[in-house]
């Protein structure tokens, strides 16, 4: 995938969605700053349907005419328009314009003759109601004539089907800005996404007729958009057929848009929350890509989730449920239910799920199931301000149910968190690119396989791999107990075993490939000679701490050189009032 076309279409979408977003000049009054989008997303869909539509707009009146009296129609002008949603309206923006008097009513014709599923997204936007504001505030007719001039113009031969997906991901970006909405909903950017299809591709069987790919939380579906375009330029033969939930409206709204406009099912995307509201029972899928929310509670799902938890392994959630401030790891397992015995998933998550939570607890029990599974295939570190609106560090997991030979029973770990090239430009807090070469070097790395080896120069761009046996990230937490004594120091009995001194009482991770008597007596007993371990009480955990096995020692400076520099700074700080003092007199 090249980066300059990366750049190129970045630049597009920076510019067509700047003009588009300028519309707000004409909403500032009747408008609050928060409130622009709610006119300016339908808006944007509403418009590019009209340029979709425009070439077969004719056809699609003269086959309305013929079968406009027959039970069903759907079929009919479809054909005729070229996709999986039409318009049997006779007005277009251009004859809208041409009457300023009648703005309302022929608009509200125009948007009356669009097929059921067009409607079903104009609905999600709650457009109704915002017609009648803008009608109100005497701009209706200033927002269509600015959609409608040649630099609104939003076809197909000028604008891609991806590009304009991140046009309208730029847009709900900026709408999320002016509404102040924290980082939790973060948007992906085409170099990470990209980097993830080429993971999830990697070693892949392109020799077949079709394959399935599902977003759990899709956004505008941009993920699954990058997804079908990158199988397609590996075979164009391949029959890729997307599936999509996303229970925000908006967002919603324009990726079932974005769907029909491809030429997809737009039945696929379904609205609801994927905790709490499943739109995919029962469904499998070949791969999964996705970018769910983290660091967000599930207080609201919460009673929808420990149901479907307490159904065991019929359900989605039976390993284990996460801290309620945060459910990034219940879209994991989400995913993991919903992967096809021979499926791959790569999600992103921040650093919480490598190591949150003790022995026995939820997310620990999650790494348990996963790893004891043999699932996780790779975590690949990358650098900090990688998002629009998140600066902290971030992961891709990749997990698979059919992993090679090679990689069975072990887990790569790579360190990309040196594999980026700083932008020209800042996007909100993305500040760092995935480049052509840096992904060339992570992907690499990660079909090599290989353990401790450094792809790039050490000294500027690379990636490091580590490998590691599944078992090495587990361990038993064992609970070390101590006798109470008297004041005599004697040891107090009960039934004739020691009491334990609940003061005195510690506890000991013992790797998994350790035996833990032998552990106890080489580390614990030297120390402790009156220790014993409540065996009832050991746990087993699971932790992947990925800091500390990247982790470099950096030798301190050297103490004269310190004194050195201290010493020159005096001087020069002394120096300077001198001078200044001196100036005074």
């Known amino acids: 995938m090249p980066n300059d076309k990366i750049t190129a ?7 067509k969605a700047a003009m588009i977003w300028n519309v707000a000049d004409m909403l500032r009054g ?5 409130e622009y989008g709610l006119v300016i997303l ?11 539509l425009l070439p077969t707009h004719q056809a699609v009146l003269d086959t309305y005419e013929k079968v406009k009296k027959l039970q069903v129609i759907d079929g009919f002008l479809q054909k005729a328009s070229g996709y999986q949603f039409y318009n049997t309206s006779r007005f277009t923006f251009e004859t809208l314009l041409a009457d300023p008097d009648n703005i309302e009513s022929n608009f509200r014709d125009y948007l009356s003759g669009f097929s059921a599923n067009a409607q079903d997204v104009l609905a999600k936007f709650d457009f109704d109601n915002i017609i009648k504001r803008m009608v109100e505030s005497n701009t209706l007719y200033l927002v269509i004539k600015e959609f409608g001039s040649e630099k609104g113009y939003l076809g197909p031969d000028k604008i891609s089907a991806v590009d304009c997906g991140y046009i309208f991901e730029d847009l709900v970006r900026r709408f999320s800005e002016s509404f102040g909405e924290e980082a939790g909903a973060h948007f992906t950017s085409r170099d990470i996404i990209y980097l993830m299809t080429d993971l999830l591709l990697s070693e892949a069987d392109l020799d077949t007729s079709s394959m399935t790919v599902y977003d759990m939380a899709m956004g505008t579906s941009q993920m699954l958009s990058c ?3 990158r199988i397609h330029e590996l075979n164009s033969d391949i029959e890729v057929t997307c599936f999509g939930q996303e229970f925000n409206p908006s967002t919603f709204a324009i990726a079932k848009a974005d769907m029909m ?40 799902e919460q009673k929808a989730v420990e149901a479907e938890a307490a159904r065991g392994e019929m359900g989605r959630f039976a390993p284990g449920l996460p801290k309620i401030s945060d459910g990034q790891q219940l879209f994991v397992l989400n995913g993991l239910a919903k992967l096809a015995n021979k499926g791959k ?28 599974n043999d699932w996780l295939d790779c975590i690949i570190q990358l650098s900090t301000d ?3 609106n998140t600066g902290i560090s971030t992961y891709i997991w990749v997990l698979s149910k059919d992993k090679p030979a090679h990689r069975a029973g072990k887990v790569q770990l790579i360190d990309a968190s040196h594999c980026f090239e700083p932008r020209r430009k800042s996007i909100g807090t993305k500040r760092n690119d ?12 990660y079909g090599e396989f290989a353990n401790g080896k450094v792809y790039g120069d050490k000294n500027g761009i690379y990636c490091e791999s580590k490998v590691f046996e599944s078992v090495e990230f587990g361990y038993n937490k064992i609970v070390v107990e101590r006798p109470q004594r008297d004041e005599a120091g004697n040891i107090i009995l009960k039934r004739g075993k020691p009491v334990p001194d609940t003061s005195l009482r510690d506890t000991e991770n013992v790797p998994l490939v350790q035996d833990i008597d032998a552990y106890f007596a080489r580390e614990v007993l030297p120390y402790a000679p009156d220790a014993w371990i409540d065996h009832s009480k050991t746990k087993v955990g699971y932790e992947i701490p990925m800091t500390r096995y990247f982790y470099e020692y950096q030798a301190p400076e050297a103490v004269e050189d310190i004194v050195a520099r201290i010493t020159a700074l005096e001087q020069d700080i002394s120096a300077g009032l001198a001078e200044l003092f001196h100036k005074e007199d």
């Open 9 to 15: 279409v970045g630049a597009n979408i920076a510019e």
């Open 386 to 388: 990688m998002f629009m």
């Open 261 to 300: 406009i491809r030429g997809g099912d737009p039945n696929n995307m379904r609205f609801g929350d994927t905790l709490s509201e499943d739109q995919f029972p029962g469904f499998t899928f070949q791969y999964i890509i996705s970018n769910p929310p983290f660091g967000i509670d599930w207080k609201r």
């Open 227 to 229: 997804m079908e375009e």
């Open 42 to 52: 339908p808006m944007t869909v509403v418009k590019r349907f009209h340029d979709c």
């Open 345 to 372: 998933m790569a999600i992103i998550q921040n650093g919480s799920p490598l190591f949150s939570g003790d022995a026995g607890s939820g997310p620990s029990n999650i790494r348990q199931y996963i790893l004891e």
């Open 434 to 445: 995935i480049t052509d070469a840096c992904r060339e070097l992570i992907v690499t790395a």
């Open 30 to 34: 009747p408008f609050k700053p928060h």
